[in-house]
């Protein structure tokens, strides 16, 4: 079975903090992705990558950035919180373009 | 546009009865589509998948949708549903050009009654 594991379930921040969001998958796939989800909102996708050191930007971006060092981990960074990014944060992965995508158990993101 | 339209926000069914959920999407290109859904404090787990072939398809848990392309339409079906269907379903769309990138429906929240 495809495992995507993230940091954190819950995280409690303050406002002007910078944020570290970590997401490892363990299947060896191509192309990973940042979403965040919000109720009536459904997911937004912040950022993706399809390749190691590669990224793209996503639907919304502003004010989030990522880090690919290594195949298997893609890393979401707030550089400065703000309360308007209080959030869940979903990390998918997916084999190659135009696949399934397998989502992790989300981060709760609360910035005060 | 690309957009993923979910009409229904909250449904509530009886235990043992019939659900449908709606799914309208607006692309330019040939669709991929997706179901996932989502049990409180979870993330989303896959509930079947369309990406060419038999229109209808079967996933897990006795789910089955249809793919109408006349309709833009990916409807989702279940004969009997059962208490631990209650959860959020979400509809996704991707198209064979667009990297990968998925476009979400808001939601549906079906809460089963006994």
């Known amino acids: 079975d495809v495992k995507v594991t993230q940091s954190s379930r819950y995280l409690v921040k303050r406002t002007g903090e910078k944020v570290f969001l970590e997401c490892v998958q363990d299947?060896?796939?191509?192309?990973m992705f940042w979403y965040r989800q919000d109720p009536g909102l459904g997911l937004r996708l912040i950022y993706f990558?399809?390749?190691?050191?590669?990224?793209e930007k996503g639907d919304i971006p502003e004010g989030y950035s990522v880090s690919r060092e290594k195949k298997e981990r893609f890393s979401l960074i707030l550089e400065s919180a703000s309360t308007n990014q209080t959030s869940m944060y979903l990390c998918a992965s997916s084999p190659r373009r135009s696949d399934t995508q397998y989502f992790g158990p989300g981060t709760r993101l609360t910035v005060l | 546009a690309q957009s993923v339209t979910q009409p229904d926000i909250h449904i509530t069914v009886s235990e043992g009865a019939s659900l449908e959920l709606r799914c309208n999407y607006s692309?330019?290109?040939?669709?991929?589509l997706f179901w996932y859904v989502q049990s409180p404090g979870q993330g989303l787990q896959l509930l079947l998948k369309y990406f060419s072939g038999d229109t209808l398809v079967q996933g897990i848990k006795g789910f089955e949708a249809e793919f109408k392309r006349s309709q833009s339409s990916f409807n989702l079906r279940k004969p009997s549903v059962h208490w631990s269907d209650a959860a959020e379903y979400f509809c996704a769309v991707g198209a064979t050009d667009s990297w990968g990138k998925l476009q979400f429906g808001a939601g549906t929240q079906v809460v089963v009654t006994p």
């Open positions: 692309y330019g290109a040939t669709p991929y």
């Open positions: 299947m060896d796939h191509e192309n």
């Open positions: 990558s399809y390749d190691v050191k590669m990224k």
